[in-house]
């Protein structure tokens, strides 16, 4: 939640931290494949499910943070790769713009709208009487329930119910996008459609700096906050940095 600080501030900040002291302070760009490490030490995961997935998500928002493709030489590449080609002064990124890392999103659940048990079997039923496809029914309990392969999700039921008995769940990047272009792929992960998608960052959050990152990602007012990025509660939506070969000259 956007004010709300969290572990995904501390893995940001400590990406760009990392990268910024690569710039500043190292000439041997290699050392960027020990980050993960440096990150995410020991052999217990602290967000997910393992180690290895903590250190592959830290990998590719190094990669994207270095303005670098997200794979492009396949997952077992090492970041060092194509750092040289990351570090140039011309550096800002490589598009798109916007990017999802693919092994980082949970697949949640996409858009449905559910009746819970707070349903209360109320004679009027106005959840039955909005509703456009008869998609709602009662069971012999005289309670509410929804056939979802009629629900086409448009949400008049929930507004209607009078005890709030009603959810709509909707994956909330793909409900900021004014596009409609966060698709799901074939694992139910996110997946953008780039030929819909115009960058306009709304599934980011807002810039506290008012900085069109799309127009200007390197501009001299960017502060690094990561409020841009906040909108996401997977850590899967990133932009994506780069920074040049000279010391002041962090992009």
Not at 74 to 98: C, M, R, W
Request: charged content about 25%; hydrophobic content about 30%; some cysteine.
């Amino acid at each position: 939640m956007r004010g709300v600080h969290s572990a995904v501030d501390d893995i940001r900040r400590s990406v760009f931290t990392e990268v910024a002291r690569l710039a500043y302070e190292s000439d041997d760009y290699k050392q960027v494949d020990m980050i993960p490490y440096k990150i995410v030490p020991g052999e217990v995961a602290h967000h997910r499910h393992d180690v290895f997935l903590e250190r592959a998500i830290v990998s590719a928002r190094l990669k994207l943070a270095l303005g670098m493709d997200l794979d492009p030489n396949g997952p077992s590449a090492p970041i060092s790769a194509n750092i040289q080609d990351a570090a140039t002064d011309q550096k800002y990124f490589n598009e798109p713009l916007v990017n999802i890392i693919p092994y980082a999103c949970n697949a949640c659940p996409p858009k449905q709208v559910r009746i819970t048990d707070s349903c209360q079997g109320c004679i009027s039923h106005p959840c039955m009487n909005v509703c456009p496809k008869d998609a709602i029914y009662l069971d012999e309990n005289k309670r509410c329930h929804i056939d979802q392969s009629k629900c086409i999700k448009c949400g008049k039921c929930f507004n209607q119910c009078p005890y709030r008995a009603i959810s709509k769940v909707e994956r909330p990047w793909a409900a900021a996008c004014g596009m409609d272009a966060i698709e799901s792929d074939e694992l139910g992960r996110a997946k953008i459609d780039y030929d819909k998608c115009v960058s306009c960052g709304k599934c980011e959050r807002a810039c506290k700096m008012d900085v069109d990152v799309t127009k200007h990602p390197n501009h001299t007012e960017c502060i690094r906050c990561g409020m841009c990025i906040k909108e996401c509660p997977t850590e899967a939506i990133h932009y994506q940095y780069g920074f040049g070969t000279g010391k002041t000259n962090l992009q």
